[in-house]
């Protein structure tokens, strides 16, 4: 179809100027490469969520977490501030069920198994997609077949008109809590074939904000009431990336370096009348991966080389606790190899191999060092036919752990399959009905297992079983008012067997861990988007989204939480973003809802923690004088200064100010 689609358009440039005489002549014709790139309407077999372009840039956004509480099924865990760690649990499967994608390769981080999105910017980022079960591609590493959900980010890839060789763009943020966010990005090219860009970021914050801290005993009696500024939440951090692109005769490479520092402090919990922390965290993480695509006939190739060093420095000086000073290092070598064959027009094969390996050491005291080999071998096949799409995989996964001074663990094996279809029951396909079945299986990390104080060696694997059956509509047309209308429902069942969940112990970087044993987790997700043109230069656009979710416990009867739902998953949850843009004008408004949720296991008066909502708004204005263009962005968030906790005894800040400048060449 592509090769057709050249063709018809090289045909159609060359054919209106050409004579009878001329198209006779023996003449050679020497023409750049075209690449043409296009997903036609409800491609997508598998669940799919995106944000990207402006739509992405215009939300109330400092972070990929906070971009991330727009889309349906996603829990975010803030713990407050510029600088509070946030991860992402999607569908209630837990936060190391999530894989996070950065350009093609995973993120990993085999001591906890959480990434923090909070450290990634949304300054460098075109596009952000969240994936139930694994993405609509079997040409993919063999890895990502194994997360229950998947979150891709990709960054933007420099293109330039015909005379340019080169992009800028300069940002800077002030606002609230003593912010100063100034970023750059510079775009080359350096050539006919290649292109490179350099991204840089600092933040510094005092991370200072009032809020309001108020607790009713069981009894229904006022206990606390009082109004406090949050200490020990400052950060100063540095970003720094680059990336270079390249194409070939028969594929493309890239390369990316990444870098991040920072010093952070980590504000705690407020507990006890304990109203400042003495814990810092310096983190340095840095990673070099390359990336290589190429084609040849029927056969693809991906492959993909990582190395990454992750450096984590824990300080706690409070007086009334021990004294700590740790230092943990771990490093991470991945190599991958994924290769796709298409048998006929309407039947593509994949193989996956990769192997991954870890190693854990810190300056802790009769610690254990744990090293871990983990191959990954994948099979897939995905047929297309004109009205049914059909994709379905099996990955095995096999785990070899050593451990200094002790008998290592049982090596793990594990066969986990997937199979996804979809169908088009209408003519003009603009509905679509999908349904998937996907087991998942994850490892304990080393500090679910080992980690002193609080790992548990005694912790099983985790293991998934999803289903999904979800409808879409999805409709776009120029000559009307409305220019695009997108509807989705997915009803899902999972069953997470020996569920692992940290809870705090009062010190944000420390945990306690246990198996849940059963979980039952059934929910709805709804979105819909609702693109309008009623008027010349006018376009207003409202985008929602709607989740319930009743993940109980069903371990054991005798247990007094058995059919409880499990900590802080809310039974209903929302979004709503509605943007109007006029001749360079936008104005956007975001609202987020979480309803009630309770923070231990048991479903108790005493543990309930109460629902909460944000209204953010940003007004911003763009210019162009000559080559340049300027954006003024002015954003107010938690605009009715809601008093609310994501995580009990972590209050967020009240409302808040932020104001962008970006200059553009």
């Known amino acids: 179809m592509t090769k057709q689609l050249i063709m018809s358009i090289v045909a159609a440039c060359l054919s209106p100027g050409m004579t009878k005489a001329e198209e006779q002549m023996d003449t050679t014709y020497l023409l750049q490469d075209v690449y043409v790139t296009a997903r036609q309407p ?6 799919v969520q995106t944000l990207s372009g402006e739509e992405l840039r215009r939300l109330n956004s400092n972070s990929i977490a906070d971009a991330l509480r727009y889309f349906s099924g996603v829990q975010v865990k803030d713990y407050g501030g510029v600088g509070g760690i946030k991860t992402v649990n ?36 075109e596009a952000l997609s969240l994936y139930n079960g694994q993405k609509s591609e079997i040409l993919q590493p063999a890895k990502d077949f194994g997360s229950a959900g998947t979150i891709y980010m990709r960054t933007r890839t420099p293109f330039f008109d015909e005379g340019e060789t080169y992009h800028a763009r300069a940002t800077i943020r002030t606002g609230s809590f003593d912010l100063l966010n100034p970023s750059a990005l510079v775009e080359l090219k350096l050539s006919e074939r290649v292109s490179a860009s350099l991204s840089a970021e600092w933040v510094n914050s005092s991370g200072k904000y009032k809020f309001r801290y108020r607790r009713v005993n069981p009894a229904g009696e006022l206990a606390y009431d009082t109004t406090a500024v ?17 194409s070939l005769r028969t594929g493309s490479w890239t390369f990316k370096a990444y870098n991040y520092n920072s010093e952070r402090g980590v504000p705690g919990a407020i507990v006890n009348n304990v109203w400042r922390r003495g814990e810092r965290i310096w983190d340095t993480n840095s990673f070099v991966q390359g990336r290589y695509t190429g ?76 090293s871990r080999v983990s191959q990954f071998l994948s099979a897939a096949t995905a047929l297309s036919f004109d009205r049914v799409k059909v994709q379905a995989s099996a990955l095995g996964t096999f785990i070899h752990d050593r451990i200094e001074g002790q008998k290592a663990p049982r090596d793990k094996c594990v066969f986990t399959p997937a199979v996804f279809i979809s169908s088009y029951p209408l003519r003009n396909k603009d509905f679509s009905l999908r349904a998937f079945y996907k087991q998942s299986f ?147 408004y975001s609202w987020i809802y979480v309803g009630e949720r309770y923070n231990q296991q048991e479903n108790i008066r005493y543990n309930y923690t109460q629902p909460w909502y944000t209204s953010d708004v940003s007004l911003s204005k763009d210019f162009r004088l000559g080559r340049v263009s300027l954006r003024v962005l002015i954003e107010i968030n938690n605009l009715l200064s809601q008093d609310y906790d994501v995580i009990l005894n972590y209050p967020m800040p009240k409302r808040n100010y932020r104001f962008t400048l970006t200059v553009e060449i």
Not at 93 to 117: K, R
Not at 461 to 486: D, F, K, L, M, W
């Open 230 to 246: 949050r200490q020990n939440g400052d950060i100063n951090a540095t970003r720094i990336e680059l990336n270079t692109h390249g």
């Open 442 to 588: 994850r490892m304990p990390t080393f500090n679910d297992l080992y980690y002193a104080d609080m790992g548990n060696s005694q912790l099983s694997p985790e293991r998934v079983t999803q289903y999904n059956v979800g409808i879409a509509y999805e409709h776009s047309t120029y000559s009307s008012p409305v220019s695009a209308a997108r509807l989705s429902a997915d009803v899902y069942y999972n069953k997470v067997k020996d569920k692992i969940v940290a809870y705090p112990k009062g010190q944000q970087f420390r945990w306690t861990m246990l198996n849940l044993g059963l979980v039952d987790i059934r929910g709805i997700d709804l979105t819909g988007l609702l693109t309008l043109h009623p008027y010349k230069d006018l376009y207003v656009t409202v985008r929602a989204q709607y989740t319930f979710q009743r993940a109980i416990d069903v371990t054991d009867p005798a247990d007094n939480y058995y059919r409880h739902q499990i900590p802080y998953i809310p039974r209903h949850s929302g979004s709503a973003v509605g943007n109007l843009t006029w001749r360079g004008w936008g104005l956007n």
């Open 42 to 47: 409800n491609s997508d077999i598998i669940p």
């Open 295 to 370: 084609h040849f006939g029927r056969l693809t190739t991906l492959n993909n080389v990582k190395y990454a060093f992750y450096r984590t420095h824990y300080v706690n000086n409070d007086d009334k606790q021990v004294k700590i000073d740790n230092l943990y290092k771990q490093k991470e070598i991945y190599i991958s190899s994924a290769n796709e064959y298409e048998i006929a027009e309407f039947w593509r094969l994949s193989a996956s191999y990769d192997f991954l390996w870890n190693d854990l050491d810190a300056d802790v005291y009769g610690f254990v060092k744990p």
């Open 90 to 125: 999607i569908r209630s499967m837990g936060t190391n069920h999530t894989g996070v994608v950065y350009d093609g390769v995973e993120l990993g981080n085999a001591q906890n198994g959480q990434i923090d999105l909070g450290q990634f910017s949304l300054d460098n980022i």
